[in-house]
């Protein structure tokens, strides 16, 4: 390319020359954007997913018959009296007693109906010693959990007057209250604080408050103007809280990086001698392509999430395809507006002691020093082995990384139980165990939902006799199976506690019996009846059968798109299939991580958690397509940079030393601000968060150090100059590469003359 006139054909490198020359309407269009988004969003209001949309398989069939009936579930609540002393039995008169003492108490309350007394229940465990207090809480069974501290206060009590026995509650409504008042604003904590360490890493990484502050306002604006989006957008596909957090955490992620990308870019042509509006130019052709390509098939692999077929999934895909889109128009947009209003007052806020350390690694600005090539001093000693046996390293860095992903070979999935969930952090645990232990699925019973022309017909009623019947007499269930019928709805509910209680592959051969044998045999024979089973048992079952559904079809679309989007980008046929191979290893080692830590509990301690003994179910596949959009933003990044070297006429494996080097300190800084965010959730009490915070972690420190330092520059340098192979028949796809690079702004001294002895350093 001819030095001096710049002949910019890419649409980062367009969009950053108007932003600069039209300042302020690019901030002001983008400020009217975020307030009408916002605006929108809260006129709009958001829609949720509802239960029966959230659920598949048989469990969405029954929560449908419940949803069309317009029948309100209850909250149902259980008081557990238990005999501390082994000798203790239901019949003493003492138990009698405090049994007749919880009914009349919570029934005092006023705020529940239908209480029953075990007697006359039959809900007394098998040794004697336990004993089952049951009833509904009144009211909307979603704000159960806010009404029912007066019905603990009075259990409490009752307990307080009977110390030889245990005397504890549990239900929905008090699980819901213990969990808000102990980690009700754990999540708000965790969301709030990211956003502070963010901004201390890049204070770290700049030296300058401005700078610093840059990537974090505009990765803050992307999430609100995505707040008021996904409201608008939840009309046509509901959202959901846990959507939310997910956008929020890849929102900061994204918006961080890709403004931290162009911001450091600027940053280094400046102090490379270009003036400021060259330095814009070069950051917007070379960075700002980057960003582009790397945002585009991030949000690719977010709408991988679409294809799952279930409505969590696909309101989480949504909201973190719009996030990621927003903040990559915003950063090749109002970013260099706001770089060219700002011009050297971004260095302004300057940190003692860190500043001037920032300026003596960048050779104090001096003219024709690459600030970025010099500040890498150990990635530089890495490239230098890594380079001169680069077959040695890929062997050894893949074979580190195939060990580390070994134990996802044995990885099993499932929704997790209370106590997996909680362990020893909430005290209603200890009572949901000592529940299962004496009424095995007592807490979480297998709930079959009968809908029949007539509920009161000779042959329906025979039918669920039978059906409870059988339950039992097939060992699915040792009872009590209690039946309640909504005559004016048609509707019956059948409540059978699965032999197995919380262990839940136990309980779910007891569901299949229950599906597969005892309902055909009974229910199954009547004309017109439907009797869909669900509960915690069949939602895990059906949620693990639809998710193991759709790893094909997403797999593949997240893969293929992918490639196909790094082969235009690049124009490479090699780089593309690098790039996936690289990526999947990546996610590989993620997952045996993962189940090292969270299923076989190796080294749980030193994270905070203990093993399990399984990872929960919707994690692997959220892993995969979050980790595959987010590890192609490093690696775009950085080949973007060796492949820029190349084309400068470097050799393939100056260019890799080069493209490494000069990239390392901001991956290295992008890396640390998503591991510091990531593991502010891997903190939280809940083993699910836990999981997630720690999968994502610890797969982005191996993808910006093993994956991006040490294999891909061992596997370029090993396939030379066939990195930049393209089939003659490729030649016709489309050209998306846009090479307006550095030397078509401003000349550029000889390589060996700027850089070559310092790339090393």
């Known amino acids: 390319m001819a030095n001096g006139h710049t002949r910019v054909r890419g649409i980062a490198a367009r969009a950053g020359g108007w932003s600069a020359r039209h300042r302020w309407a690019a901030v002001g269009i983008w400020v009217l954007f975020v307030v009408l988004a916002m605006g929108l969003g809260s ?164 030296g300058a408050l401005v700078a610093a502050l840059l990537p974090v306002a505009l990765a803050v604006t992307a999430i609100m103007a ?75 692999a977010m709408a991988g999430m679409l294809f799952t077929g279930l409505a969590e999934f696909e309101a989480m895909g949504l909201a973190s395809l719009m996030v990621v889109a927003v903040a990559m128009v915003g950063s090749v947009t109002v970013l260099p507006a706001l770089l060219s209003l700002l011009g050297e007052r971004v260095e302004k806020g300057r940190v003692p002691f860190l500043h001037r350390a920032k300026r003596r690694d960048a050779g104090g600005g001096r003219k024709n020093r690459r600030p970025a090539a010099e500040g890498s001093r150990f990635w530089g000693a890495v490239l230098r082995v890594v380079l001169a046996r680069p077959a040695i390293s890929l062997v050894v860095a ?111 051969k007891s569901l299949q019996l229950l599906r597969d044998t005892v309902r055909p045999e009974t229910l199954g024979k009547v004309e017109g009846v439907q009797a869909p089973i669900t509960g915690q048992v069949a939602g895990s079952h059906d949620f693990n059968d639809q998710l193991i559904g759709s790893v094909t079809p997403v797999f593949a679309f997240v ?33 045996g991580i993962l189940v090292a830590v969270f299923q076989h509990g190796w080294g749980a301690s030193l994270v905070g958690a203990e093993g399990v003994g399984a990872i929960v179910a919707w994690l692997p596949l959220f892993l995969f397509v979050i980790l595959f959009g987010l590890s192609m933003d490093y690696h775009v990044f950085v080949v973007s940079r060796i492949r820029e070297a190349r084309l400068r006429g470097r050799d393939t494996k100056d260019a890799i030393r080069h493209g490494v080097v000069t990239t390392a300190g ?66 016709r796809m489309p050209d998306l590469t846009h090479d307006e690079a550095a030397e078509a702004v401003a000349p550029t001294p000889p390589a060996a003359a700027v850089e070559g002895e310092r790339v090393g350093a």
């Open 398 to 508: 893949t074979g580190a990384l195939l060990a580390i992903a070994a134990p996802a070979l044995g990885m099993k999935t499932q929704q997790l139980t209370l106590d997996q969930e909680f362990g020893n952090s909430l005290p209603i645990v200890g009572t949901y165990n000592r529940v299962n232990d004496a009424f095995p699925g007592g807490s979480e019973p297998a709930e079959v939902v009968v809908k029949a022309r007539n509920i009161n017909a000779g042959d329906v009623k025979a039918a669920l006799a039978d059906f409870r019947e059988r339950a039992v007499a097939s060992g699915a269930s040792r009872g009590p199976v209690d039946i309640k019928v909504h005559a004016e709805h048609d509707v019956a509910f059948v409540y059978v506690p699965l032999v197995g209680g919380s262990d839940q592959d136990k309980a779910e």
């Open 666 to 731: 901001v991956v290295t800084s992008a890396a640390v601000i998503m591991v510091a965010v990531f593991a502010i959730f891997g903190t939280l009490s809940m083993q699910s968060m836990k999981q997630m915070g720690v999968g994502l972690a610890a797969a982005v420190l191996i993808d910006a150090t093993i994956i991006r330092g040490v294999l891909l520059p061992a596997v370029m340098a090993l396939l030379g100059e066939r990195n930049w192979y393209l089939p003659k028949w490729l030649n």
């Open 226 to 300: 995505t707040m008021g989006l996904m409201g608008v957008v939840s009309h046509l596909m509901p959202m959901s809280d846990t959507a939310n957090s997910v956008m929020l955490l890849v929102g900061l992620a994204v918006g961080v990086d890709y403004c931290l990308f162009y911001l450091r870019r600027e940053r280094e042509e400046r102090e490379a001698g270009r003036d400021a509006a060259t330095a814009l130019r070069i950051a917007a052709a070379t960075s700002g392509r980057a960003i582009i390509v790397s945002g585009v098939t991030v949000c690719v």
């Open 43 to 206: 006129a709009a209001g958001r829609v949720d997913v509802n239960e029966s949309d959230q659920l598949k398989g048989e469990t969405h069939t029954a929560a449908k018959i419940i949803e069309d009936a317009g029948i309100e579930e209850p909250a149902s609540e259980s008081v557990l009296v238990q005999a501390k002393d082994a000798g203790g039995k239901a019949t003493d008169s003492d138990f009698r007693s405090a049994v007749a003492a919880v009914v009349e108490a919570v029934g005092a309350t006023g705020k529940v109906t239908d209480v029953t007394s075990p007697y006359d229940t039959g809900t007394i465990s098998k040794d004697g010693r336990s004993a089952l207090v049951q009833f509904d809480m009144r009211g909307d069974s979603d704000t159960a959990g806010e009404r029912v501290e007066p019905v603990l206060k009075a259990v409490e009590s009752v307990g307080k007057d009977h110390a030889g026995l245990r005397i504890e509650e549990i239900g929905g409504a008090s699980m819901m209250k213990q969990y808000d008042d102990a980690f009700g604003d754990d999540f708000q904590k965790a969301e709030l604080s990211a956003v502070p360490v963010a901004l201390g890493i890049l204070l770290i990484a700049f």
């Open 559 to 591: 893969v293929v798109f992918a490639f196909l989007l790094m082969l235009v980008s690049f124009r490479s046929l090699t780089i593309a299939i690098t790039s996936i191979v690289l990526n999947l290893l990546s996610v590989a080692a993620a997952y």
